[in-house]
């Protein structure tokens, strides 16, 4: 258990619908980083924040996407009308400025059917 | 080109084995690496920072390469419990980013 928690684990709901994923890192970690995950490839990069300001978004993040860290502590991912290639994993990390590195959460995993 | 390339495998190998996993980056200015270990369905774990110097923490032993733009991990003696996906990140930084970007990951099963 890395100290960083994600809910739900494990998300079901029909295309068209909104989803929101909640992640809580670890409470001194001030960088808090976002990843999308499709089985048979590595973590894609999504966003992050440093604090509660949104510091990057990549190309993959469509406006369908957003994502918030109002107090600079827990965070949140929503999707907006779902589509089936949203399925994937949603993965959470915080970062560590002593050691420059991330923690993962324990994903959530999405199914849009 | 991907940013972070990796042979994703399978390697099979058996028990007690050696074996050497290579990643390419192609961002220069690249400054923090890391080999992640991921088990099926599970979140990536930091397996090993990867310095300049090189560094080895037991069975493991992680080298940069500034000049090819490559890292690597090599396992000795290989166990069952090593059977996973190994993960190479190069950080973006020096870009004006912090994002990390992934490889795709190297399969690993260790065959008893």
């Known amino acids: 258990d890395t100290g960083v928690s994600q809910n739900p684990r494990h998300k079901i709901t029909k295309r068209g619908q909104n989803v929101t994923f909640r992640c809580d890192p670890i409470s001194e970690h001030n960088r808090l980083y976002w990843y999308r995950q499709t089985l048979g490839q590595g973590p894609e990069f999504l966003t992050y924040?440093?604090?509660?300001?949104?510091?990057?978004k990549s190309r993959l993040l469509s406006d369908r996407f957003s994502a918030e860290r109002p107090k600079g502590s827990f965070s949140t991912l929503e999707i907006q009308r779902t589509e089936q290639g949203d399925s994937a994993m949603y993965l959470c990390?915080?970062?560590?400025?002593?050691?420059?590195?991330?923690?993962f959460g324990p994903g959530t995993r999405l199914t849009v059917l | 080109r991907k940013e972070v390339e990796q042979d994703p495998g399978p390697f099979n190998v058996p028990e007690g084995a050696t074996v050497a996993f290579n990643c390419t980056y192609s961002n220069s200015a690249s400054q923090s690496f890391f080999w992640y270990r991921q088990d099926c369905r599970k979140e990536p774990k930091l397996l090993m920072s990867?310095?300049?110097s090189g560094n080895e923490d037991g069975r493991f032993t992680a080298q940069l390469n500034r000049a090819s733009q490559y890292i690597s991990l090599l396992i000795r003696d290989s166990k069952l419990s090593d059977s996973a996906t190994y993960l190479c990140?190069?950080?973006?930084?020096?870009?004006?980013?912090?994002?990390?970007?992934f490889g795709t990951g190297t399969r690993l099963k260790v065959l008893a």
């Open positions: 924040f440093q604090n509660e300001a949104q510091l990057e």
């Open positions: 990390a915080s970062w560590s400025r002593g050691v420059d590195t991330q923690y």
């Open positions: 990867v310095y300049s």
């Open positions: 990140v190069a950080n973006g930084r020096g870009s004006g980013t912090y994002k990390y970007i």
